[in-house]
């Protein structure tokens, strides 16, 4: 997993993404600075796709950067299920994943490495009691939860940081290269914003 982070070159990034990534930054280097948890729900309207694969990554930026009372959440503005593309390009990045229930909407244990915890990844509404109910950055993953939600009850601060979404390529042949692609991107700026942190 080290080597896989390693690889990420955050020099690819523009600048005009990396102002947009600004605010993450800013909000976690706040919080840490008075050493408060960092609560960061990232939300997508399925919860399936790219706002778990930011959940992901940014818990696991900040354990390689040694942040602590980071705690990554998803959500959505509906419960789906996460996409099975979405585990394998977590996968090849060097996850493990375990299968933890069975029905229509599994719950995964997402582990980067044997000695920390694992996310739990599961599809769920933003406001779901799973998540934090206060005192979050809401963090919008996806245009669609963006223009649908232009409040997120209980957040202290609301970040539109949109990707584009892999999904436009489900049944296709570039689909297991596309949903890597989007995963390593997420990962590559959020690299960068826990890179920032001091």
Not at 76 to 92: I, M, P
Request: proline share 4%; glycine share 4%; charged share 25%.
């Amino acid at each position: 997993m080290v080597s896989e982070i390693e690889k990420l070159e955050i020099s690819t990034i523009s600048e005009d993404r990396k102002k947009i990534l600004r605010k993450v930054i800013d909000f976690v280097q706040t919080k840490k600075d008075i050493n408060a948890i960092i609560n960061l729900n990232f939300i997508c309207t399925h919860n399936s796709r790219r706002s778990h694969l930011s959940q992901v990554w940014a818990q696991t930026m900040a354990y390689y950067y040694k942040i602590d009372n980071v705690y990554s959440y998803s959500g959505g503005t509906e419960a789906t299920a996460l996409f099975s593309s979405v585990k394998e390009a977590l996968k090849g990045s060097g996850f493990q994943i375990t299968q933890l229930s069975y029905e229509s909407n599994p719950v995964y244990a997402i582990k980067n490495s044997n000695v920390l915890p694992p996310v739990i990844g599961f599809s769920k509404t933003f406001d779901d009691s799973f998540n934090p109910a206060t005192n979050f950055a809401a963090i919008m993953t996806c245009n669609s939860a963006n223009e649908a939600c232009p409040l997120v009850p209980g957040s202290e601060k609301r970040i539109p940081l949109t990707f584009e979404d892999p999904k436009v390529y489900d049944g296709s042949d570039e689909q297991a290269e596309k949903y890597l692609e989007r995963s390593l991107q997420i990962a590559t700026e959020l690299k960068y914003v826990f890179s920032k942190i001091k």
